[in-house]
């Protein structure tokens, strides 16, 4: 029957590759008797199959027949097998740091995607640092808003380029969960307005030394102001005490 055949046909394959993998004398052994078995080993093999793997005639005929939908072949189970030992035997990466090495690996940084992505979220840091500096309140809230507006537009963003990164870059980027863009444009955009926090809580612990500054001067300028007041009207009575002193010797 043909599904017989193919199973036979399939252990010669693993046996020639087993017999390879042992060495040239176990792959010699291996050939030499594969090519002397020949056909008497098929007809040793399909009968001695029934009885390993427990079948019937009827279920030989069934196999041969297409098997049904819940029929599979015997091979699936063993490359099932082989390939979960593949992969378990895979050691991925354990660390932050081997995790951020198999990141940086896996970017291609001379794609124009990834260079105009950079290039914008520098021009954004230099934008906030001047802002911060040299811009005023109305700059800084509006600057706040349009990287709040970014970020807001980062998951559409997302699903826009992975629908079409194709047309961007030379491999999908563009990841179910977001990674990517998490990492090239949220993040930073979020530095940028967490150095403008700072920059607002600065400016506020200034101007409110600044205004303490000011009330302390002014509580101090008042103090100075009734003491002046003081002595003066002191000079006063004294100086009228000794006019009348004067007065009365006369």
């Given at each position: 029957?043909?599904?017989?055949?193919?199973?036979?046909?399939?252990?010669?394959?693993?046996?020639?590759?087993?017999?390879?993998?042992?060495?040239?004398?176990?792959?010699?052994?291996?050939?030499?008797?594969?090519?002397?078995?020949?056909?008497?080993?098929?007809?040793?093999?399909?009968?001695?199959?029934?009885?390993?793997?427990?079948?019937?005639?009827?279920?030989?005929?069934?196999?041969?027949?297409?098997?049904?939908?819940?029929?599979?072949?015997?091979?699936?189970?063993?490359?099932?097998?082989?390939?979960?030992?593949?992969?378990?035997?895979?050691?991925?990466?354990?660390?932050?740091?081997?995790?951020?090495?198999?990141?940086?690996?896996?970017?291609?940084?001379?794609?124009?995607?990834?260079?105009?992505?950079?290039?914008?979220?520098?021009i954004m840091f230099v934008v906030?640092?001047?802002?911060?500096?040299?811009?005023?309140?109305?700059?800084?809230?509006?600057?706040?808003?349009?990287?709040?507006?970014?970020?807001?537009?980062?998951?559409?963003?997302?699903?826009?380029?992975?629908?079409?990164?194709?047309?961007?870059?030379?491999?999908?980027?563009?990841?179910?969960?977001?990674?990517?863009?998490?990492?090239?444009?949220?993040?930073?955009?979020?530095?940028?307005?967490?150095?403008?926090?700072?920059?607002?809580?600065?400016?506020?612990?200034?101007?409110?030394?600044?205004?303490?500054?000011?009330?302390?001067?002014?509580?101090?300028?008042?103090?100075?102001?009734?003491?002046?007041?003081?002595?003066?009207?002191?000079?006063?009575?004294?100086?009228?005490?000794?006019?009348?002193?004067?007065?009365?010797?006369?």
């Amino acid at each position: 029957s043909g599904i017989v055949d193919q199973i036979i046909d399939a252990h010669h394959q693993v046996y020639n590759l087993v017999s390879g993998a042992l060495g040239p004398d176990g792959g010699s052994a291996g050939g030499g008797g594969g090519s002397a078995g020949g056909a008497g080993y098929k007809g040793g093999y399909e009968g001695g199959i029934q009885e390993e793997m427990d079948l019937t005639p009827e279920d030989l005929a069934e196999m041969a027949n297409g098997g049904g939908d819940d029929m599979k072949s015997p091979l699936e189970g063993m490359a099932e097998h082989v390939m979960g030992d593949i992969f378990h035997g895979q050691v991925g990466p354990q660390t932050p740091l081997e995790h951020f090495h198999a990141f940086r690996s896996a970017i291609d940084w001379t794609e124009p995607l990834i260079v105009a992505l950079l290039i914008f979220q520098l021009i954004m840091f230099v934008v906030t640092v001047y802002t911060i500096r040299r811009g005023n309140t109305t700059s800084r809230f509006g600057l706040l808003v349009s990287i709040a507006i970014i970020v807001r537009c980062t998951e559409r963003f997302n699903e826009y380029c992975g629908g079409r990164w194709e047309d961007l870059a030379t491999q999908n980027y563009f990841d179910t969960n977001g990674i990517f863009v998490l990492l090239f444009v949220a993040l930073p955009l979020l530095g940028d307005c967490v150095l403008m926090v700072i920059g607002f809580m600065r400016e506020a612990g200034a101007l409110l030394v600044e205004v303490k500054t000011m009330e302390l001067k002014q509580k101090q300028k008042k103090k100075e102001q009734k003491e002046q007041k003081k002595e003066e009207s002191e000079n006063k009575d004294g100086g009228g005490g000794g006019k009348r002193g004067k007065r009365s010797k006369k």
